[in-house]
């Protein structure tokens, strides 16, 4: 009773919780509709309208704007990734109507998203004559206005004057505009530049932006037409800053107005400004040197500009030159006005200049009647009429529409026509003829032109098409050099990998051969004209498929033999290879023939059909199959039964054969009256049998069947006989046969047959009808049983018995009941299958972690299968897990390496397992090899060992035996040697090297050496005199050294000259410890410091190493102060110089030696040489600042930063330091600093120059804002080919394994054409290596040469990728690796490729940046695109630390480093200093950080013994993986077609409801019995009577919903949108709306999942869980895939205690029709006393089935649901200057938040979850999970006697299979509830 409560309570709630899904599903039909509908105001005639995108599938969206008083509405049809549009004509002071559609695929309207807006009345003029038709415009990343010139010319003033001018625009871009104003000033600029003719002769238009300094955005001759000066202005970019007016007018006038930047001479200058604040500099002088200059110039101010400034700038008259707006939105009501004044003083000042030279004269006449003539594909001919007057010279300029800069030709004033040449084939040309005076030029005759196309091939014919070739012809092109075929096969309507073949101009007629059989192919014939090709001639041709056999005939066709016959069709055919299987497709054979064409099939199964397929071979393959079928016929029963030899006891029973193959005979003798029955089994070859022991005067009657090889067995044949009666009398015995009486049998044709494992279905033919039930009695042939009986009603004539014991033979005997007794009962024997196992266990893929398994299923159906292993040799649990009925291999992960696996396979069945299949598989060898010990002294030691090909890291232990005291460390996967200092002599040490594979670690090799004795002391030698050193040999570590060296050397006062020649020894044996010295090996400097550094010998100086050490020794003490920063700049500036000595690509190395704190500042200049690339090296003596030796040094301070007490000391750090120096000197990639660490690597923004102190040398290259404004990018122009010698960039070439990195943007102009991002080439121009982005394709490919010198190329295409071609920044990450290729964009894997190890690249040749796949020879063309970044590190983990913090989107301002050059919005701290502004007014400089106490410095303590190491810890369990969680629901699916019927599935174990109950009479409840444990499968103990049967019960009650469906695939991610210069403050309301909605999901979903049994996507796994995992990072989200098809139903549960028949439970929503199942009868439990009453509750669907493995990329979805709001971002700069802007974006209430509709079981709802991760998370940072196998369930370990029957089992997480071995995160996702599932009670 007082579980009643919580109860009923549930029910409640559970009938809530369905009713509100119910509601839910319902309105999932509709097409939802628009929210957040919000206007803005843009200009006096347009407005800006967004809006939220709804949720769901829908087509497109129709936009009403309708005007309240008169007018027509306005329709727009939008695209769906829409989600805001601009409409423009509006008229003022009319109030608009807006409404707003989302449209789905089958037209059907979501209700209408509406809004009202009034448009303001402008100050500005009207517009009289204009149409108000509203235009639509879409609002593109850049705002791209794509307004027709004609339709801007009808509504704005158009300057229609001859005169021309030379116009520069000098545009404010400091903070104070922030970016959504920048807009409008954009806007601002088109319009003015739309008011002018603008061409290369006509005006021209040049702007430059300032800030704190400016720079010019395009020169007066950069743009040659209109619309590309437009295009310039719609894109300009932001620049931030200062306001520094007076320097920027400087600059114009010194930069802008020069002949060079396109100023001409005698046309009007005119400058105007456009600024919104007063200027921080003075700007007296420079207006008045540029008005002296003859620049006229206007001043436009806006906001908060000072008028008295503008006037102070501008020309007179103020009125006319000065214009003022209160704000940036009315700018354009000026444009008219300012645009006539210009218009108008370009004439006056045009008349002027004409005045001056005297050049006034009547206007020059153009000359007329332009005609083009001759026109080919490389030029034509042009003619005109001739001008009127003395023409000197006539000049015509043409120019490609599309590329190019204008060319001329210039003719004699006499011609009338020119011959234009070297043109581009099917080009647009425009032309124009100038007729030239002698002080003026006319107006252009204007025309245009297309050239021709290149001549191409004609009448492409394809014929004498065989199997394996083809043969092309085509007619000649005229003047041809020669023809280039190509032909690729056409596979799943993608074209392979092209071949090329290219023949001369006299050939038109190849053969193509090698092609693939039954293959179309496309081939395409190109007419070369050089380096051009013409258009294509392409044609298509399917080669012939092989010829299969035909005729297919089968004979002889009996029980289990068959013969097959065929026609060969081809002589060519060598053979015949024939399979045949099943049907059902149980059993796969096959067979192959020579010289026959027919074979005899035998060992069939009988009464089963068989499939045939007949293949033809050849050489070249085989050909399609011929196919067939045929069924073999049923097994024949014993003929001629018949019964002899009659008597009182016995009779003769014989029969004839009926086959030849029957190997037994079961015969059955039942007496009729009820006795025991007897059953014989005998031999095949047996036909007559004696049965004796009978009954007299019995009638008996004798079936037999026939047993054959394929243990198929007969019909029953039985015949009925008498036994005589026996009489006695006094004198004789006399025998008589007895009368028989009718006998009724009832039945007759008793068959068994479905066998499972559990079950057998009998069947019978009734003989008559009165038989009103029939009673069903099985036993076991051996008797271990008791028999059991079931009764069925008359009308039924079939019966599932179970659960049955399997392989078990079973008597089944059926007696037919009639109302007035029993009949006759037929009798047969019946088989259950065996719970036979899985064969054939195979182990591949071995990896060091991991290895695959397969197997071949047995062939009864499972429930699915146990996997359970345990390492044969190593302690540790024995793990195991389940997988699905459906699964025939999995991969095991998490194992040790090097370690040999037993692994046990078992069949899991209802009733058991099977026995295990049992295998072996071992790990591979994760260890080093050839350890050995070198450099054996009293306190060190080093070891050497052979590198592992995949080792990343090595872990290197060294134990001392005497004290146990333990010291590590970690070095690099391509270092083989490691050294430990501080030992103590005579002392025995073991070390141990484990490798290291990412987070694997393999097994330890160790070896055992003892450390040097302390030697004898030597009596003291007599005084002699010192001999001179001999020179000492290299060291083996310094052997493949390359470095440029410096020694930096304090020569300071506290050193002494004592200490001073400790130094120069120091130096001696450091040097000396060198290899190789000179260009080829490594060259050493040295430089003495104290007040100023003295350079005591140059890079270049010494090239071989006895005069090198020499000069060391001739160094002389200098003395002084310690100036240590002073020195580090020396060494940077007059010593790492080309002049020097220094080679490029070199690794440059920098030794400071120094006992003393510096007297200047150090960290400046150390992190500019560190950020250089420099590796720094610092040793302190004695008294030196340990922090400012840690400031010198690169990172890891423990590598680069040494201290010792004294100067004796320096042997103690001498062969350390001279190892890393080595190291370091030896390495293929120098020491760079990347993200703010020090790693191997490459710069190559820096290799190729571009940098901000280096680019303006670089041709073709220009300086612009990047991701975010702090950040400079570069844009390489189109053709600038930027380029660099390879040897100069990677002299050692390229490592193994290394990271590309890009950080980069294409843009609108970049072609459509591939273009390799980078490439390295040889000198015959020949890619080698490198990265193509396919533009048209959007497609990036990385290719090289492997190690076997073949080409080879990888290509990634899924969707991920084609976001970095949408013209955002984006950064690229192609991590390359022996063996893969793996793709990261924006710090998200997005695709991974095998590949073969890469061979190394020549030095000889080049790289190169943006040239394009198709350039050919020296002259190559390049793209334009803008390029950020572009590194290279020797590292594969390189893009794993990366965080993006470049990306607006992507940056987290709490973990990532400070943007270069930003304000900051709080003053806590100093920042760093900006970089020195041009001259001009004086720069601001912020604040000085408050400087820190100097603390006192304590004594030096004595350093500690190295701790132990401590033991490692045994592996954690395996956290779940990322699947825990459903995404967000995607948008609906159409509703698609029926599906066909599926194939029949395997028996289903009792599932929900089963067949209708008797209600038989209620017996007498006996006593409640304790429940005892479930045992081991065994025999069953005996069964109680049945009670007497009742009537056929009522049909069951309805079944419950079926659960949902899975959600739809989430769309794909849209790309992060630019940031917004206000951060909203409900965002914080958002986030809370969303974490309710999830709660309130979580609870839904968690009722759903008691409502329905099991929670969704899991798996039973009965085992202990291991101890929660700590908590995981949340990983960055995954590409979603498409959803995988649904999984096969779960394992059911064991089954439990009967119950009383349940009350009627809550009826579900009615779901939809399924496919009519085929289940059979529920399995029957062990009967045992009854149990406790049972709640009764309707069936619900089994468990979903196992997650489908992720399927391929598909399509991209539509848009998905808006995500959570981004992380905060950046402090943007503009934000510091306080302004209010919004402009209708106001922020959202409660009612703009959507209410997030989820589908049931969307959340697992008992704790909290981990998202899918590619990446697993192990200490700092994320790898790659290569293995995700959401399929699999969690290991766990394995129990002595685990039958998996425990009283609480636990549901667990389907997640990939794991052992112990790796620290990994695990939760339970969910426990079954024990109050919704099946309950026991406690035991007493």
């Known amino acids: 009773m007082p579980v009643l409560g919580p109860r009923l309570g549930t029910c409640v709630l559970l009938t809530f919780v369905a009713v509100t899904v119910h509601f839910i599903g319902k309105a999932q039909g509709q097409v939802a509709s628009p929210t957040r509908l919000k206007f803005n105001i843009v200009s006096q005639d347009s407005v800006k309208i967004t809006w939220k995108a709804p949720r769901g599938r829908f087509q497109e969206y129709r936009l009403t704007v309708t005007p309240v008083v008169g007018g027509k509405t306005q329709k727009l049809s939008l695209l769906k990734g829409e989600t805001a549009a601009v409409v423009e004509g509006l008229l003022p002071n009319q109030e608009y109507v807006v409404q707003l559609y989302a449209i789905s695929s089958n037209s059907k309207e979501s209700s209408p998203a509406q809004g009202r807006f009034t448009m303001k009345a402008s100050r500005s003029r009207g517009r009289p004559g204009s149409s108000h038709t509203p235009k639509h415009k879409k609002e593109s990343e850049s705002h791209v206005r794509e307004k027709a010139t004609d339709e801007v010319a009808g509504s704005q003033f158009m300057c229609k004057s001859p005169a021309i001018a030379d116009i520069v625009v000098l545009v404010d871009g400091s903070w104070s505009i922030g970016r959504l104003n920048f807009r409008l000033v954009r806007m601002f600029l088109e319009n003015l530049v739309s008011a002018f003719n603008v061409d290369s002769d006509k005006t021209r238009i040049g702007l430059a932006q300032y800030s704190g300094d400016p720079r010019i955005e395009w020169h007066l001759n950069h743009y040659s037409t209109k619309e590309a000066v437009l295009d310039a202005a719609r894109n300009l970019p932001y620049k931030g800053g200062n306001t520094l007016t007076g320097l920027a007018l400087t600059y114009i006038l010194e930069n802008n107005f020069k002949p060079e930047a396109g100023a001409r001479a005698g046309v009007p200058k005119i400058g105007i400004l456009i600024t919104d604040g007063k200027s921080q500099d003075d700007v007296l002088p420079p207006a008045k040197s540029l008005r002296d200059a003859g620049i006229e110039l206007f001043a436009i101010g806006v906001k908060n500009a000072d008028v008295n400034e503008l006037k102070a700038i501008a020309s007179e008259p103020d009125e006319t030159h000065v214009y003022n707006v209160a704000d940036f939105n009315i700018m354009n009501t000026i444009i008219e006005s300012l645009t006539k004044t210009v218009c108008s003083r370009v004439e006056e000042q045009d008349k002027e200049i004409k005045e001056a030279t005297g050049s006034v004269t009547s206007n020059p006449v153009a000359p007329t009647n332009l005609v083009t003539s001759d026109v080919t594909a490389r030029g034509l001919r042009v003619s005109w009429t001739h001008a009127p007057g003395k023409v000197e010279k006539y000049r015509v300029v043409y120019y490609s529409t599309t590329a190019g800069q204008p060319e001329e030709v210039v003719v004699d004033g006499t011609e009338s026509t020119a011959v234009i040449q070297n043109l581009m084939s099917l080009t647009d040309y425009q032309l124009a003829v100038f007729a030239i005076y002698e002080k003026a030029a006319s107006e252009g005759l204007r025309g245009a032109v297309t050239t021709l196309a290149l001549p191409a091939a004609a009448d492409l014919d394809i014929y004498d098409v065989s199997h394996s070739s083809m043969r092309v012809k085509w007619e000649a092109a005229e003047s041809a050099s020669g023809y280039m075929v190509l032909y690729a096969a056409l596979t799943g309507g993608d074209t392979a990998d092209e071949k090329e073949v290219k023949v001369a101009n006299s050939v038109t007629d190849i053969e193509l051969e090698g092609l693939s059989a039954k293959t179309e192919y496309t081939v395409t014939v190109y007419a070369l004209y050089g380096d051009e090709a013409s258009d294509p001639l392409t044609g298509q041709e399917t080669t012939l498929s092989l010829r299969p056999p035909r005729n297919l005939v089968f004979a002889e066709i009996g029980h289990g033999t068959a013969s097959v016959s065929w026609e060969s069709d081809s002589k060519k055919a060598r053979g015949y290879r024939i399979m045949y299987v099943k049907t059902d497709g149980a059993s796969m054979n096959e067979v192959e023939v020579e010289g026959s064409t027919s074979i005899f099939l035998s060992n069939l199964t009988s009464l089963t059909e068989y499939t045939v397929a007949v293949f033809s071979v050849y050489d070249e393959g085989q050909s399609d199959p011929l196919t067939g079928s045929f069924t073999t016929k049923r097994v024949p029963k014993p003929l001629a039964l018949t019964v002899s030899d009659v008597s009182v006891d016995q009779f003769r029973v014989s029969w004839e054969h009926s086959a030849d193959d029957v190997t037994l005979y079961r015969l059955a003798c039942t007496p009729l009256s009820g006795e025991e029955a007897k059953e014989f089994v005998l031999s095949g070859a047996t036909d007559t049998i004696i049965l004796d022991d009978l009954l007299p005067e019995t009638e008996y009657e004798v079936s037999l069947s026939a047993i054959y090889s394929d243990e198929a067995e007969s019909d029953v044949v039985a015949v009925l006989e008498t036994t005589l009666r026996q009489t006695t009398t006094a004198a004789t015995t006399t025998t008589q046969r007895p009368t028989t009486a009718v006998i009724r049998s009832g039945i007759r044709n008793l068959d068994v047959g479905d066998e499972t494992t559990f079950s057998l279905h009998v069947s019978w033919v009734p003989a008559d009808s009165l038989a009103t039930q029939y009673r069903v009695s099985y036993v076991t042939l051996k008797g271990d049983r008791a028999e059991e009986a079931v009764i069925v009603p008359g009308r039924q004539s079939d019966l599932v018995l179970q659960p049955l014991l399997s392989d078990t033979w079973y008597r089944i005997s059926v007696t037919p009941l009639y109302a007035d007794g029993e009949g006759s009962p037929l009798t047969v024997n019946g088989k259950t299958l065996s719970l036979s196992g899985p064969s054939n266990l195979r182990v591949s893929e071995e990896w060091y972690n991991r290895f695959r398994i397969r197997w071949d299923p047995p062939p009864s159906p499972t429930m699915g299968y146990r996997v359970v292993y345990t390492s044969a040799s190593a302690p540790g649990p024995t793990l195991d897990t389940f997988v699905g009925d459906d699964v025939n291999t999995m991969v095991i992960l998490n194992l040790l390496s090097s370690t040999e696996y037993i692994v046990k396979l078992f069949a899991t069945y209802s009733t058991g397992s099977s026995d295990a299949l049992v295998g072996r598989a071992k790990t591979l060898y994760l260890a080093v090899t050839n350890l050995t010990p070198y450099q054996v002294r009293m306190t060190s030691m080093c070891a050497h060992w052979q590198l592992h090909r995949h080792a990343t890291t090595y872990r290197i232990v060294i134990e001392s035996l005497r004290d146990g005291k333990k010291e590590e460390g970690i070095v690099d996967g391509g270092t083989s040697r490691h050294c430990f200092y501080n030992l103590i002599p005579n002392s025995k040490y073991k070390i141990s090297v484990f490798s290291q594979l990412q987070e694997i670690e393999g097994p330890a090799v160790s070896l055992l050496e003892t450390t040097a004795p302390v030697p004898t002391e030597p009596p003291a030698p007599p005084t002699t005199t010192t001999p001179l050193p001999t020179i000492p040999p290299g060291r083996e570590v310094c052997k493949a050294a390359r470095a440029n060296l410096v020694f930096l050397v304090d020569g300071s006062w506290s050193i002494g ?828």
């Open 1057 to 1884: 000259d004592e200490n001073f020649v400790k130094i120069i020894g120091f130096l001696y044996n450091t040097i000396g410890a060198l290899d190789k010295i000179g260009p080829e090996g490594t060259q050493v400097a040295i430089v003495q410091f104290s007040d100023d550094p003295r350079t005591e010998f140059q890079l270049n100086t010494y090239s071989d190493k006895e005069n090198l050490l020499g000069a060391v020794q001739r160094i002389r003490y200098k003395g002084g102060n310690t100036k240590t920063g002073r020195a580090i700049k020396h060494a940077k500036d007059a010593v790492f110089t080309v002049e020097a000595g220094l080679r490029r690509g070199i690794p440059r190395v920098l030794v400071v030696i120094t006992d003393g704190r510096s007297q200047d500042d150090i960290d400046k200049v150390s992190k500019e040489m560190q950020l250089d690339g420099y590796s720094i090296f610092a040793v302190g003596v004695a008294d030196a600042d340990y922090s400012e030796l840690i400031n010198i040094a690169n990172k890891p301070s423990s590598r680069h930063a040494f201290f010792v007490d004294d100067f004796d000391a320096f042997q103690k750090i001498e062969d350390e330091l001279v190892t890393f120096v080595c190291e370091t000197a030896s390495a293929t990639c120098p020491l760079v600093l990347l993200g703010g660490n020090s790693i191997a690597g490459f710069r190559m923004m820096e290799m190729f120059g571009l940098v901000e102190k280096e680019y303006a040398s670089v041709e073709g290259v220009s300086l612009e804002s990047g991701s975010l404004n702090s950040f400079p990018c570069f844009r390489l122009h189109k053709d600038a080919l930027i380029s660099q010698p390879t040897r100069n960039v990677h002299p050692e070439g390229l490592p193994s394994d290394y990271t590309i990195t890009f950080l980069f943007r294409l843009l609108p102009d970049t072609p459509q054409e591939p273009f390799a991002l980078w490439e390295i080439l040889n000198k015959q121009n020949e890619p080698l290596v490198g990265v193509i982005l396919d533009n048209g394709g959007k497609t990036l490919t990385y290719f090289n040469y492997d190690y076997k010198n073949e080409f080879q190329t990888v290509t990634f295409e899924d969707l991920g990728v084609k976001k970095i071609f949408f013209g955002s920044f984006h950064k690229v990450h192609v991590v390359i690796t022996k063996t893969h290729a793996k793709l990261i964009i924006d710090c998200k894997q997005v695709g991974e490729k095998t590949i073969n190890a890469a061979g190394n690249i020549t030095t000889n040749g080049v790289e190169v940046l943006g040239r394009m796949v198709r350039s050919r020879g020296p002259r190559d063309n390049s793209v334009p695109f803008q390029l950020q970044g572009f590194d290279i590190s020797c590292s594969t983990s390189h893009a794993n630390r990366d965080k993006c913090c470049e990306l607006p989107a992507l940056r987290d301002e709490s973990n990532c480093p400070a943007l270069p050059h930003a304000c900051t919005c709080s003053q806590d701290s100093k920042g760093p200093p900006g970089p020195l502004g041009p001259p001009g007014g004086p720069g601001l400089r912020g604040p000085r950080g408050v400087k820190g106490e100097l603390g006192h410095r304590g004594s030096e303590g004595l350093r500690g013994d190295i701790g132990p190491t401590g033991l490692q810890g045994q592996p954690g369990p395996q956290g779940p993986s990322g699947l825990s969680i459903q995404g967000l629901p995607g948008s609906s699916g159409e509703k698609g077609e029926k599906g066909e019927i599926g194939p029949l599935g395997h028996q289903g174990i009792p599932g929900g409801q089963g067949r209708a109950g008797r209600d038989g009479v209620t017996g007498p409840r006996g006593p409640v019995g304790k429940d005892g444990p479930i045992g081991l499968p065994g025999p069953a103990g005996p069964v109680g009577t049945p009670g007497i049967p009742g009537s056929p019960g009522a049909t069951g009650s309805t079944g419950t919903q079926g659960n949902i469906g899975a959600t739809g695939i989430t769309g794909q991610k849209g790309e992060r949108g630019p940031r917004g210069d206000t951060q909203p403050q409900s965002a914080v309301r958002m986030i809370a709306h969303q974490v309710c909605e999830q709660l309130i999901q979580s609870h839904l979903s968690r009722f759903n999942s008691i409502l329905n049994h099991i929670p969704s996507n899991s798996v039973q796994v009965r085992a202990a869980p291991g101890p929660p995992g700590e908590a995981g990072r949340d990983g960055p989200a995954g590409t979603p895939g498409e959803q995988g098809s649904p999984g096969r139903p779960g394992f059911p549960g064991n089954p439990g205690s009967p119950g009383r028949p349940g009350e009627r439970g809550i009826p579900g929503d009615k779901g939809e029709r399924g496919v009519p199942g085929l289940g059979k009868q529920g399995s029957r439990g062990p009967p045992g006393t009854a149990g406790p009453p049972g709640e009764g509750r309707t069936g619900s669907q089994g468990s979903p089935g196992l997650p489908g493995r992720q399927g391929s990329a598909g399509r991209p979805g539509t848009n998905g649901p808006r995500g959570p709001p981004g992380t905060p971002g950046y402090c943007d700069p503009s934000s510091c200057a306080g302004y209010n802007i919004g402009g209708g974006y106001s922020d959202p209430t409660d009612q703009d938040i959507p209410v997030v509709q989820l589908p049931p079981n969307s959340y697992q709802t008992y704790g909290p979850y981990d998202e899918q991760d590619p990446y697993l998370y192990h200490g700092s940072y994320p790898y790659p999970n290569p293995y995700p196998q959401s399929s699999y369930p969690e290991p766990h370990p394995a129990q002595p006697d685990d039958h998996y029957e425990e009283e609480e089992s636990e549901e667990m997480e389907a997640v990939e299979v794991r052992s112990p071995g790796i620290r990994r995160f695990m939760r339970n996702i969910s426990k079954r509830n024990s109050a919704s599932s099946n309950t026991r009670e406690p035991k007493q």
